[in-house]
T-cell receptor, first 117, second 117 residues
Framework: AQTVTQSQPEMSVQEAETVTLSCTYDTSENNYYLFWYKQPPSRQMILVIR??????QNATENRFSVNFQKAAKSFSLKISDSQLGDTAMYFCAFMKHDKLSQGNLIFGKGTKLSVKP | DGGITQSPKYLFRKEGQNVTLSCEQN?????MYWYRQDPGQGLRLIYYSQIVNDFQKGDIAEGYSVSREKKESFPLTVTSAQKNPTAFYLC????????????????FGPGTRLTVL
């Protein structure tokens, strides 16, 4: 069974600085997807960034980028130029790439990020 | 505007009662999902549906039931058999099967907070 571990329950960062959130996962699969979701105080889940395991290039979305280390099974999220609106819970998630597991996102327990002015 | 709506936002249930949580989407997505979120936990998959009149159990389906009579609707019933139903429930949808693939991310509704009195 796949597991996702986020070892940092809470983190804080000063506005405009950079912060990195850690995520490790355990799987025997070779083809899969990894995601970072953001859940602000409104509790609306928002997709931040996605990485396909077969791609070596790290995904980037504006101020958000990942460091995907497939051999180490590590998938960290870097937020550059942190903004107050980045304050949220961040969840790392895993999904196998096969029709039998359609929809089965495996989530970590989350990291609560606070951006301080 | 296209999106996913969930109602009600807050729901209170007495022990022994069944309650139904509504989820509607106007995104023309084929696949829909129900997740449960507990404090300090990530999301866990309850049920999912890839097409109308078909659905599959997720990791924690016991005590829950669903139906998918229309493409845009995927209601979740929390039955009296669910021993610990107090939680935050999130509905999601994605354009087609094999969720997670490029352009096929899951989009989430705003959630329903269920409390058992």
């Amino acid at each position: 069974a796949q597991t996702v571990t986020q070892s940092q329950p809470e983190m804080s960062v000063q506005e405009a600085e950079t912060v990195t959130l850690s995520c490790t996962y355990d799987t025997s699969e070779n083809n899969y997807y990894l995601f970072w979701y953001k859940q602000p105080p409104s509790r609306q889940m928002i997709l931040v960034i996605r990485q396909e395991a077969y791609k070596q290039q790290n995904a980037t979305e504006n101020r958000f980028s990942v460091n995907f280390q497939k051999a180490a099974k590590s998938f960290s999220l870097k937020i550059s130029d942190s903004q107050l609106g980045d304050t949220a819970m961040y969840f790392c998630a895993f999904m196998k790439h096969d029709k039998l597991s359609q929809g089965n996102l495996i989530f970590g327990k989350g990291t609560k990020l606070s951006v301080k002015p | 505007d296209g999106g996913i709506t969930q109602s009600p936002k807050y729901l209170f249930r007495k022990e022994g009662q069944n309650v139904t949580l509504s989820c509607e989407q106007n995104l023309n997505h084929d696949a829909m999902y129900w997740y449960r979120q507990d404090p300090g936990q990530g999301l866990r998959l309850i049920y999912y549906s890839q097409i109308v009149n078909d659905f599959q159990k997720g990791d924690i389906a016991e005590g829950y039931s669903v139906s998918r009579e229309k493409k845009e609707s995927f209601p979740l019933t929390v039955t009296s058999a669910q021993k610990n139903p107090t939680a935050f429930y999130l509905c999601a949808s994605s354009p087609q099967g094999l969720a997670g693939g490029p352009g096929n991310e899951q989009f989430f509704g705003p959630g329903t907070r269920l409390t058992v009195l």
